[in-house]
């Protein structure tokens, strides 16, 4: 009776109290990191990368050293010699056991995606885990369900041990404990390796590496933004819109361009918001959903690049034509870490790389290092532009692919943004990466020799120069008309350089005779 009492107990320990012990050490580590942040932000400290590194890792070590002390403790004082320690000691590591078998088969089964109902399963069915596993699940750091459960149960089981190693006699129980022990070791490194392939088949990006194509419409370009990022005219306005406003759209890298030009063209009541103005009228949606809009008539305008292939048979499929207006220059270019030794690349020499028929820097004369490729969203201009201008027929390899947690166990999948390590390549368009998002660690690599500088974008030397383009809808409306010409005026081409982006120089003189008439 005091034998099936003892067991009894013991599972007690394995399957709820330690579970409570982790809860109530990780409440505690919380806590202290909270304090950390908080006493940082008093003293005006911003934690970099490798401050908030030694934060997580030391929360983590702090947390397995709390366990280890409390299963000391539960050895010491907690236990009676004259029991089993062995099988008391084989049953707190059958949890472990567990969660690392479904683990195992969960990721095995979504082919190491973070997507499917496995892992609510495995939260439903480890209901003592449930207040920790909830917060991995919000956090996105769905490791957090196997790590966590199975490092705790393990540590605190290793102090038991070691207090309770003098009363641990060889029999049934300590062969048992050992074959348990054997097996999660086992499965650890299986869980390891499948860590290591998830990694291979979705990059994992850090903020401090990213390349992306983002940035906050109303803190950066709005008159009364707080970075104040708009381009101011030169001049008086030719005309303003009160009433009919053109509806304007497009790509993420033309947006500081279309944005400074509406804003001056365009008067407001003070009573409109400038959420309802991006309602209404002023909006991004990047290369793929501008087209779309368009076509769906639900923008006037829109600023991108080259159409795609499907975009322009989504045009043709919905009968409607296009206009397309060329209105800047613009160079398509390729970018590295700032310490990579390679600076320049023939035009052969990209097709082989983004179609995987080079695969080390060394065979380019970099270092000895294989190549990290990093491409843009399908139907993206910038994608579009390298299939286009730079592939021609040459098939690429696929793109990387990251998940992101989204809340509440929801998880997208999308194209990864570019992250600048030693080895990376990407690319995207100049202005971007140097006036938009300017970046010291990167630099812009030469085709044949030639450097992307705006000269060379000017005189069409440097081989990926490309042009902007304003597209609306056959016949558009006398309001859109105008602005398109407008863009084309001296004004126009003077606000565009004034921008960033290289006017069309070789034009302007006719342009400025038909805008005159």
Same mark, same amino acid.
């Given at each position: 009776m005091k034998n099936n009492k003892w067991i009894f107990t013991s599972f007690v320990l394995a399957f709820i109290a330690i579970p409570i012990m982790?809860?109530?050490? !990780?409440?505690?580590?919380?806590?202290?990191? =909270?304090?950390?942040?908080?006493?940082?932000?008093?003293?005006?400290?911003?934690?970099?990368?490798?401050?908030?590194n030694l934060q997580l890792y030391g929360g983590l070590s702090l947390g397995a050293l709390a366990m280890f002390i409390e299963g000391a403790v539960w050895g010491k004082r907690c236990t009676r010699p004259e029991l089993n320690s062995s099988l008391r000691y084989c049953l707190m590591l059958l949890p472990a056991l567990l969660v690392l078998i479904a683990w195992i088969m969960i990721v095995q089964n979504a082919q190491f995606s973070f997507r499917g109902e496995g892992y609510a399963n495995l939260l439903f069915w480890a209901l003592p885990w449930w207040g920790l596993n909830i917060g991995f699940i919000i956090s996105g750091w769905y490791w957090g369900m196997l790590i966590i459960p199975v490092g705790s149960q393990v540590i605190f089981t290793l102090?038991?041990? &070691?207090?309770?190693?003098?009363? &641990?006699?060889? =029999?049934? !129980?300590?062969y048992g404990r050992n074959i348990i022990t054997l097996v999660i070791f086992i499965l650890a490194l299986i869980a390891t390796w499948q860590a290591k392939l998830r990694a291979d088949k979705y990059a994992y990006e850090t903020k401090e590496r990213s390349v992306t194509e983002t940035f906050n419409i109303y803190a950066d370009y709005h008159p009364n933004s707080v970075n104040k990022k708009l381009t101011p005219l030169r001049g008086n306005v030719p005309f303003q819109y009160k009433v009919e406003h053109p509806r304007l759209d497009g790509a993420t890298a033309l947006y500081p361009l279309y944005a400074s030009a509406f804003y001056a063209l365009n008067e407001f009541p003070e009573t409109n918001t400038r959420e309802n103005i991006n309602h209404c009228c002023l909006k991004v949606s990047r290369t793929p959903e501008a087209y779309n809009r368009l076509i769906e008539n639900k923008a006037d305008l829109i600023f991108v690049a080259m159409p795609s292939k499907k975009q322009q048979q989504n045009a043709e499929a919905a009968s409607v034509k296009l206009n397309y207006t060329p209105f800047a220059k613009e160079a398509f270019v390729? &970018?590295?870490? !700032?310490?990579?030794?390679?600076?320049?690349?023939?035009e052969n020499q990209v097709r082989d790389i983004f179609s995987g028929k080079i695969t080390r820097w060394k065979d380019v004369g970099g270092n000895n290092e294989d190549i990290q490729i990093w491409q843009r969203p399908e139907d993206s201009g910038s994608q579009t532009v390298m299939l286009g201008k730079v592939m021609k027929n040459t098939p690429m390899l696929p793109a990387k692919e990251t998940e992101m947690a989204t809340g509440m166990g929801g998880v997208i999948r999308r194209v990864a943004d570019y992250q600048n390590t030693s080895s990376a390549i990407g690319y995207t368009f100049r202005y971007y990466a140097t006036v938009m998002n300017a970046d010291k660690n990167i630099k812009l690599l030469a085709i044949n020799g030639v450097s992307p500088t705006i000269d060379n974008i000017r005189n069409d030397t440097y081989p990926y120069t490309i042009n902007g383009y304003m597209v609306t809808r056959e016949n558009p409306t006398a309001e859109t008309?105008?602005?398109?010409?407008w863009f084309l005026s001296p004004q126009g081409q003077q606000l565009v350089q004034d921008v960033g982006y290289v006017p069309l120089y070789s034009i302007m003189n006719t342009v400025k005779k038909n805008f005159e008439k």
């Open positions: 982790t809860h109530l050490v !990780a409440l505690v580590v919380l806590m202290l990191l =909270g304090l950390t942040e908080f006493i940082c932000d008093s003293l005006n400290y911003t934690l970099g990368t490798l401050g908030q102090g038991y041990y &070691i207090s309770q190693r003098k009363n &641990i006699f060889p =029999g049934d !129980a300590q390729f &970018i590295v870490n !700032a310490d990579n030794p390679v600076n320049s690349l023939t008309q105008q602005f398109v010409d």
